[in-house]
C-alpha cells in the first residue's frame, strides 16, 4: 500500500536549518511528483511547490523562494524539504504529499511539526 | 487572505444536508477542476472529491461536489458525528506563474 512516512518534530532557534524527509513506499517514486504543504497552527493549508521526482526539478510557489529548498535521495525513495534562515512564523505542520494525475495530492504523510523558537 | 474563499464555519444536525461553498475567479475555478479535501482533528488531509464532482474509492456517496462558473460547492448528506471536520477546496490558479491554491477552510461542526 502507498505510503509516505515523514520524519519526526523539529524544535530550532530562529537563524538555524530543518530538513524534513518524506520517505515513499509501495509505489514507483520517480513516477509521481512529490508536493509540499504548509499549515501553520490552527491555520489553512498552504501549497509550497512541488518536486519532479524524475528529473529532480524543484517549482516553488511565490511564497516560498529563497530559503526553502526541495530535493530528493531516489534511492531512497525519499523527498527532502530544508528550511534556511528560520523565522517564528515558520513554526508549522508541514506536509509531503503525492500528486497523480486527475486526483491531485492522493495520498499524504502525516506530517513533520517544525517549531521555531528560541 | 485565500485566492479561493469558503465559509470559515458551518454546521448541521445528524441526518441533514449542509452545503459549503468555494468562490474563486476565472483564473482558478473558472479554468481549473476543483478538488475537495476533508481533514479530520489532528490528522493529515484526505482526499474527498477529484474533478469537481467525483469520489475516490472509499468515499461515501454522501458526499458530493458540483462547479458553476468561478464557484464550486461541496454538499454532505445525511450528516454523521464522523464527518465533524476542516473541509478544502483547491483548485489550480493561472494568476502569475500559476500554482495550486487552497481555500481558507471551513470548520463542520456537527449538532
Known amino acids: 500500500q502507498v505510503q509516505l512516512v515523514q520524519s519526526g518534530s523539529e524544535l530550532r532557534k530562529p537563524g538555524a536549518s530543518v530538513k524534513v524527509s518524506c520517505k515513499a513506499s509501495g509505489y514507483t517514486f520517480t513516477h509521481y511528483p512529490i508536493n509540499w504543504v504548509r499549515q501553520a497552527p490552527g491555520q489553512g493549508l498552504e501549497w509550497m511547490g512541488w518536486?519532479?521526482?524524475?528529473?529532480?526539478?524543484?517549482t516553488y510557489a511565490q511564497d516560498f523562494t529563497g530559503r526553502f529548498v526541495f530535493s530528493l535521495d531516489t534511492s531512497l525513495s525519499t523527498a527532502y524539504l530544508e528550511i534556511n534562515s528560520l523565522k517564528a512564523e515558520d513554526t508549522a505542520i508541514y506536509y509531503c504529499?503525492?500528486?497523480?494525475?486527475?486526483?491531485?495530492?492522493?495520498?499524504w504523510g502525516r506530517g513533520t511539526l517544525v517549531t521555531v523558537s528560541s | 487572505q485565500s485566492v479561493l474563499t469558503q465559509p470559515p464555519s458551518a454546521s448541521g444536525a445528524p441526518g441533514q444536508r449542509v452545503t459549503i461553498s468555494c468562490s474563486g475567479s476565472s483564473s482558478s475555478i473558472g479554468s481549473s477542476y476543483v478538488y475537495w479535501y476533508q481533514q479530520l482533528p489532528g490528522t493529515a488531509p484526505k482526499l474527498l472529491l477529484y474533478?469537481?464532482?467525483q469520489r475516490p474509492s472509499g468515499v461515501p456517496d454522501r458526499f458530493s461536489g458540483s462547479k458553476s462558473g468561478t464557484s464550486a460547492s461541496l454538499a454532505i448528506s445525511g450528516l454523521r458525528s464522523e464527518d465533524e471536520a476542516d473541509y478544502y477546496c483547491v483548485a489550480w490558479d493561472d494568476s502569475l506563474s500559476g500554482s495550486w491554491v487552497f481555500g481558507g477552510g471551513t470548520k463542520l461542526t456537527v449538532l
Open positions: 474533478k469537481n464532482d
Open positions: 518536486i519532479n521526482t524524475h528529473t529532480g526539478n524543484p
Open positions: 504529499a503525492r500528486q497523480a494525475v486527475g486526483l491531485l495530492f492522493d495520498y
